[in-house]
């Protein structure tokens, strides 16, 4: 991924209190993580950095809308997603990130790079299962969903039914009523 310096917040020379960041995400953000799911996507993420004098807490904020294909249909709609996500920034000997909601710098760090947690917010508050909103209400109107409702089984009349029922389960049924 390419570092960019716009999502690299320089800590040491902000005062203590909190810090305001916004930033507007778009297809060129996802690029750099080599991610193309979204056809296309205008996200607006609002950061607050509060700096305290032992540690960082960071409030991550975004919503938006994400352009996705429908898992039903194919088509394309826009998704409206929404998010929130909080880090703690504390300073150690050694680099550390394995726990997803702490973030351990070295002592010399003096700034950090927030676009991985940017990325990873946004992904993941998108939902598995993407179903266009016109498919739920019944007024989306495409060749597919007339297709599938085309080849709906359609109800087998009781009569016919009874008529196909194999032979050899008669026998089956008589031990069940000869008790």
Not at 42 to 64: P, Q, T, W, Y
Not at 78 to 102: A, C, H, Q, S, Y
Not at 116 to 135: C, D, F, N, T
Request: glycine share 6%.
């Amino acid at each position: 991924m390419n570092r960019t310096k716009e999502f690299l917040i320089p800590f040491v020379g902000l005062k203590l209190g909190k810090h305001h960041f916004e930033y507007q995400i778009n297809n060129a953000f996802f690029e750099n993580f080599e991610y193309d799911e979204f056809q296309n996507s205008d996200i607006k993420v609002a950061v607050v950095l509060e700096k305290k004098s032992n540690m960082l807490e960071l409030n991550f904020k975004h919503k938006g809308t994400v352009n996705v294909p429908c898992d039903l249909t194919g088509e394309d709609f826009d998704l409206p997603i929404k998010g929130k996500m909080k880090l703690i920034v504390r300073f150690g000997e050694v680099f550390n990130n394995d726990n997803e909601e702490l973030l351990i710098l070295p002592f010399g760090e003096f700034e950090i790079d927030i676009a991985q947690y940017i990325y990873e917010m946004i992904v993941l508050s998108v939902p598995l299962k993407r179903v266009h909103p016109g498919v739920k209400d019944g007024s989306l109107k495409t060749e597919v969903l007339d297709k599938l409702s085309e080849l709906q089984v359609k109800e087998i009349k009781e009569e016919n039914k009874e008529e196909n029922i194999d032979p050899r389960w008669d026998k089956l049924k008589q031990l069940l009523t000869d008790k």
